[in-house]
């Protein structure tokens, strides 16, 4: 196994990366001075913790090694993110039963036994369920049907 | 103190605040017995709803999830051998065996006996040091402040499973992502790429729907579940040998849980493991333990239900988050408007007092919803994940959208959801990066107060008295870290949990 594919290596990598990002995009931030802090103080000050913690961990990963990485399954959560944003993107413009139809049909294509019958029936247990809990229960606005209910 | 806890009872005994106590301990049973979603994700999956509830009735509920859930976890460990919590992986080893012996039922009632007699004690825990806890934090400087949850930060990562690097730099992590939105100070925009959304701050509970509700899932759907075959309750009376050998355990199991649930980073889980090792090295029986030794299920049991109890206590009287779970009631608390802190008793008693004391109710309660019902239960077993991953998914997308009637919510919910995943794949622990994003933006404000009082000298930290001592705890606990013998045991007693 490659050594830079160890978990820690790729967190570290990770540290780094998110510590580059928030000098960038804070670049514009005042550090200020110790007496008075700017907004930027703090925020810079944290960019290069994680900066020095990341480079430390690969270092450390690189030398002494460490666990390899899983080969990551893409399809649940390819699925399970294209799930939620399908939900997002039907929610406001067509109503709740549209956006929960697509969210549970999607997600359980991750799933390896995938029954059409279950899902219709987990669909439909579901709506009754969030129409109690949420529309009647949490007296909540949420339109089920837009423009029907 | 009596006039404190009959304000409490009364708060705890209004019919409203009762239901909310059931509602939450009947969901925390419910998830304990799931194997593949833990009081966490309910937690951060429910956060939202709460928002639409009276503060007192919030709270009350997810307390009781929290509970919960420690005594739905034994009830799948001893009957199927199937830890739902991992607070109750220890209960599978002696449990199980028992079931196997027919002693299912009894291990059934002292699991569930013992966690109520240690729920109880822990309540009373917190009763007696909260006040004095209070009356000290009140003598706390910014400086102090600072250096306290500095303390926290280290101590919850050192407790932590995994490596010490790695979770500190998911604490780091965790606080600069807590800087996103306008600064107090200068009303400067920070980290917000101009989305109105962004500009309050970055929402808390889409964040630990995303980062414990869907990567569970998503690992959960990764690997396939197994199911065996339940074990039939007989009787639920444990026989007079039983008993006597069971009391002792729960007293040593519920001392030892308790004072290790109070710990920052410890909680449940280290309380169980940590009490199971006790009673193997001082029975005289020890060749017993995994053939099925009655203390090795009323000890851990006891010990993990105390240690959920007094986990409280630090969130309770300083503010300062002591698990994910507690991380998670703090943002159930800045989400009703209440800034946790010592002046939450001061100020709200009714809500201080009403928690505490609903905390024995819903253990009391727990102990009638478990043992009679244990059938409903284990029929719930059967239900397969297929089912419940999209419920689970569904509830956390209605109820980030609950939150501000904003689509953007289950966007962020999604993104954090991947964000997670990555976590899990390369070994990065969430509970750090929570607490260190729910402590971050005061933490920031203490730090700059202090400076500013101290005209930017730094020396303020080791200049007071209370903070150089929490200072120079903090520091030890790091060197300890790195010493080789210590870090040996510490994975050694991590294998164990894993194993």
């Known amino acids: 196994m490659n050594r830079f594919l160890s978990k820690d290596f790729l967190a570290g990598v990770m540290f780094i990366a998110f510590g580059l990002a928030a000098l960038w995009f804070g670049r514009n931030l005042a550090p200020g001075t110790p007496v008075r802090m700017g907004p930027g103080y703090v925020p810079h000050m944290l960019s290069y913790i994680l900066l020095v913690l990341g480079f430390l961990i690969s270092l450390i990963a690189t030398i002494y090694g460490g666990e390899p990485i899983e080969i990551p399954q893409f399809r649940p959560i390819a699925l399970v993110t294209i799930g939620l944003v399908a939900f997002a993107l039907l929610f406001e413009t067509t109503g709740m039963f549209p956006a929960l139809a697509a969210l549970v049909l999607i997600a359980s294509l991750g799933s390896e036994e995938f029954k059409i019958l279950e899902v219709i029936a987990n669909i439909v247990v579901l709506t009754i369920l969030c129409v109690l809990v949420f529309k009647i229960g949490l007296n909540m606005n949420i339109d089920v049907l837009r423009g029907v209910w | ?499």
Request: a neutral charge.
């Open chain 2, 1 to 499: 103190m009596l006039s404190n806890l009959a304000l409490g009872m009364g708060v705890a005994l209004s019919l409203q605040n009762l239901f909310y106590a059931f509602v939450g301990c009947m969901v925390g049973t419910l998830i304990g017995v799931l194997p593949g979603i833990g009081p966490v994700a309910t937690i951060a999956m429910l956060l939202p709803i709460t928002f639409h509830l009276p503060p007192v009735a919030a709270l009350i509920m997810l307390a009781g999830i929290y509970y919960g859930a420690q005594y739905g976890g034994s009830t799948t460990s001893i009957l199927v051998n199937l830890p739902g919590e991992a607070s109750s992986v220890v209960t599978c080893i002696d449990g199980y065996q028992m079931a196997r012996k027919g002693r299912a039922g009894a291990a059934l009632s002292i699991a569930a006996l013992g966690s109520f007699f240690a729920g109880t004690v822990g309540t009373l825990i917190i009763v007696l040091f909260a006040e004095p806890l209070t009356q000290m934090a009140q003598k706390f400087g910014p400086a102090d402040y600072c250096s306290l949850m500095a303390l926290g930060l280290v101590a919850a990562v050192v407790l932590a499973n995994g490596s010490v690097l790695k979770a500190i730099a998911m604490v780091f992590l965790g606080l600069l992502f807590g800087l996103v939105g306008t600064d107090v100070n200068t009303g400067a925009q920070r980290f917000t790429f101009e989305i109105p959304e962004l500009s309050d701050g970055i929402d808390f509970a889409p964040i630990a729907m995303g980062l414990f509700g869907i990567a569970e899932i998503v690992v959960n759907l990764e690997r396939k579940m197994s199911r065996s075959g339940a074990i039939k309750v007989t009787s639920l009376w444990p026989n007079r040998e039983e008993a006597r050998r069971a009391w002792p355990a729960v007293i040593r199991g519920t001392a030892l849980g308790a004072v290790l649930g109070v710990l920052p980073g410890g909680g449940p889980t280290l309380g169980a493991f940590s009490s199971y090792t006790l009673e193997k090295k001082v029975s005289r029986r020890p060749a017993e333990f995994g053939r099925g030794a009655v203390e090795g299920v009323a000890a851990p049991e006891s010990a993990n239900n105390a240690a959920a109890q007094t986990s409280f206590i630090p969130m309770l009287t300083l503010g300062i988050p002591s698990n994910a779970v507690m991380a998670l009631m703090v943002g159930a608390m800045i989400i009703q408007g209440i800034q946790p802190g010592p002046e939450v008793m001061t100020k709200k008693p009714d809500l201080f007092w009403g928690m505490i004391a609903s905390m024995w109710i819903g253990n009391l309660m727990l102990v009638i919803i478990n043992l009679p019902m244990i059938g409903m239960w284990v029929k719930l077993l059967t239900v397969p994940y297929r089912f419940l991953a999209p419920a689970i998914l569904l509830f956390c997308a209605i109820g980030a959208y609950s939150l501000q009637n904003s689509i953007f919510h289950v966007e962020q919910v999604a993104i954090f959801g991947v964000l997670g995943y990555i976590f899990v794949r390369l070994g990065c622990e969430g509970a750090p990066f929570l607490l260190g994003l729910v402590l971050g933006p005061q933490m920031e404000e203490y730090f700059r107060r202090a400076m500013l009082l101290s005209r930017g000298d730094p020396a303020v930290f080791v200049q007071r008295p209370i903070s150089l001592g929490l200072l120079i705890t903090t520091a030890i606990l790091l060197i300890l870290m790195a010493l080789p013998s210590l870090r040996k045991a510490r994975e050694e007693a991590f294998q164990e949990e894993e194993g």
